[in-house]
Each structure stands twice: as structure tokens, then as C-alpha cells.
């Protein structure tokens, strides 16, 4: 059976203004894959090459994905999205087929951007990631093989995202490969009131609701927090009156009780 089935080429629906924050990001994504993938010509005039692989690194619910769905969706391409730990046991004893498959879908499809998600469990240089490390080899040494046979200047361009920046093999980082790196901060509180902005925009607050208050009292909080801090502010609301018209800040307040950072270990990256 071929695993190609299983590739799904998704048109992700996030834009940059689902983003908070970020700005650099953004920027930087825009640079290294939209103007490639979009204006390949003129980088050919001016004899830029653009990077072949970009890595995002950063905590773990701070926007990596989001990032990646957005500018493949910003650069009106495609999206193959492969979980690292998918690659070892989603085809099992096929691995390195599926990589060629993965590649060869992309091409077919293209402009498309593939995201290696979580993919310090399939590079990890101390081979202790997948388990087998024989197949975390070979996975790699495909994935190596795949990119390096890859031009320049392509409709296909490829993202990977860690939280472990440290364990990954070095082949994967040289020149040629994954050799742009993008640092995707933890929020700081212009950046916690922008994820606050983007989350509650379809929520009727009530004018006792200040997000400027919320974003400097998150400190430590990520995207995937003040996420879960919206939508409990809402949940308790309704918990007290299936009726009610709006959020308060006490539900706010509540909500900030209740969901605490679930990660805090910028200093490892
Ligand atoms: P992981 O390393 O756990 O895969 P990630 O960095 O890829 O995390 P995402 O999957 O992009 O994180 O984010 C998880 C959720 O958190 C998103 O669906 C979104 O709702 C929210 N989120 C994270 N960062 C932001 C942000 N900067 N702006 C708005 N929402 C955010």
C-alpha cells in the first residue's frame, strides 16, 4: 500500500493577523519562503539564494505552527504537515519511503511548504529520540538526501519547528539544508496583548474587560496559554449563567487562577 494516501496537502486558513506578535518572525519568514516562493525570478536577478530549510525554535505554544500555516497560506502554497514521531511508526519499516513520498507529494502539489514538526525526534544527534536509532538514521539520511537534491530556488520550500535546538543532528543544520534559523520568543506583554487581541475578537467583552491588564499580568504565560485563558473566561461565564450577554474581568481573573503557564524554560533555548 502506498503511504502517499496518508499525505494530506492542506490550504491552512491562518493568516498573520491570527498571529500575535511576532513581528520578526514574520518578517523573517516572509524573506526566507513568500518572496522566494512568489517572485523567484527577481532573486534569480539579483542572485540571491534563498535558504533551502528554516528552522523555528522556541517553547513549546508559542506559535511555531501557526507561524508555518501562515506563510504557506501567505504565499497562496500548499502545506504537508509530518509529525517527527510520525515518520517512525506511521510507516513503520518504510520510513525512508515515506520521505521520498512526502518530497515527491510536495512537488506534485507545489507551491507547497513541508513542516517537520517536532523534528528533534528524528534528528536528535545523541540517537536517543526515536527508540531505534538505526531508523532515526536512515530517516535522516533521506531527509538529508531529499534536501540536498533539492534546487535553490524552488516552489517547494521546507520548515521545520524544535523545542530542543540543542539535540539536533548537526548534519541537519549546515549550509544548504536547514540553515536559516528563526527564534520564536515567549511572549513579552506588548506581545501577550496582542495574543489577548487576537483571541478575544470574536468574544463580546464587557467594558470592565482591560487586555493591557491581562498582558501584564500573564508574565510567563505563551500563545497556548492566553489561548486557554480566553476560552476558560468564556467557559466559566457560562458556567454561572448560560444567559450571560458577556465576559467579565472577574471571569477573567478566574480563568488566570485557574491556567498557569505550562512552560517556563526559555532559558534552555
Ligand atoms: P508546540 O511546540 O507545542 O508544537 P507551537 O509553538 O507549534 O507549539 P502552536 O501550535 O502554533 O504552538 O500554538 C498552539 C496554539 O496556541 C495555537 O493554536 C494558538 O491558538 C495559540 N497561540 C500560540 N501562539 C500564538 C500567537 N503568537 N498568537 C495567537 N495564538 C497563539
Not at 491570527?18 to 520578526?24: C, P, Q, S, T, V
Not at 535558504?51 to 506559535?63: D, E, R, V
Not at 538514521?137 to 537534491?149: A, P, S, Y
Not at 539535540?167 to 489577548?196: C, T, W, Y
Request: hydrophobic share 40%.
Amino acid at each position: 500500500p502506498s503511504a502517499l494516501r496518508e499525505i494530506l496537502v492542506q490550504i491552512p486558513d491562518i493568516g498573520w493577523n491570527d498571529i500575535g506578535g511576532l513581528d520578526d518572525a514574520k518578517q523573517e519568514l516572509k524573506e526566507a519562503i513568500e518572496w522566494p516562493l512568489k517572485h523567484p525570478e527577481t532573486f534569480e536577478k539579483f542572485g540571491v539564494k534563498p535558504p533551502k530549510g528554516t528552522l523555528l525554535f522556541g517553547s513549546p505554544g508559542t506559535g511555531k505552527t501557526l507561524l508555518a500555516k501562515a506563510v504557506a497560506n501567505e504565499s497562496e502554497a500548499n502545506f504537508i504537515t509530518v509529525k517527527g514521531p510520525e515518520l517512525l511508526s506511521k510507516w513503520v519499516g518504510e520510513s525512508e519511503k515515506g520521505v521520498r513520498e512526502i518530497f515527491r507529494k510536495a512537488r506534485q502539489t507545489a507551491p507547497t511548504v513541508i513542516f517537520f514538526d517536532e523534528i528533534d525526534s528524528i534528528a536528535n544527534a545523541r540517537g536517543d529520540g526515536g527508540g531505534d536509532s538505526g531508523v532515526t538514521q536512515r530517516v535522516v539520511n533521506q531527509l538529508l538526501t531529499e534536501i540536498d537534491g533539492m534546487e535553490e530556488l524552488r516552489d517547494v520550500a521546507i520548515i521545520a519547528a524544535t523545542n530542543r535546538p540543542d539535540i539536533i543532528d548537526p548534519g541537519l543544520m549546515r549550509p544548504g539544508r536547514f540553515d536559516r534559523h528563526i527564534k520564536v520568543e515567549n511572549p513579552n506583554e506588548k506581545g501577550r496583548l496582542a495574543i489577548f487581541k487576537v483571541h478575544s475578537k470574536d468574544m463580546p467583552l464587557a467594558k470592565d474587560v482591560k487586555l493591557e491588564k491581562l498582558a501584564k499580568n500573564t508574565d510567563g504565560y505563551v500563545g497556548a496559554d492566553i489561548e486557554a485563558v480566553c476560552r476558560e473566561a468564556a467557559m466559566l461565564t457560562l458556567r454561572d449563567n448560560l444567559e450571560a450577554e458577556e465576559v467579565t474581568m472577574k471571569y477573567f481573573n478566574k480563568a488566570m487562577e485557574k491556567v498557569k503557564p505550562a512552560y517556563n524554560s526559555e532559558e534552555t533555548l
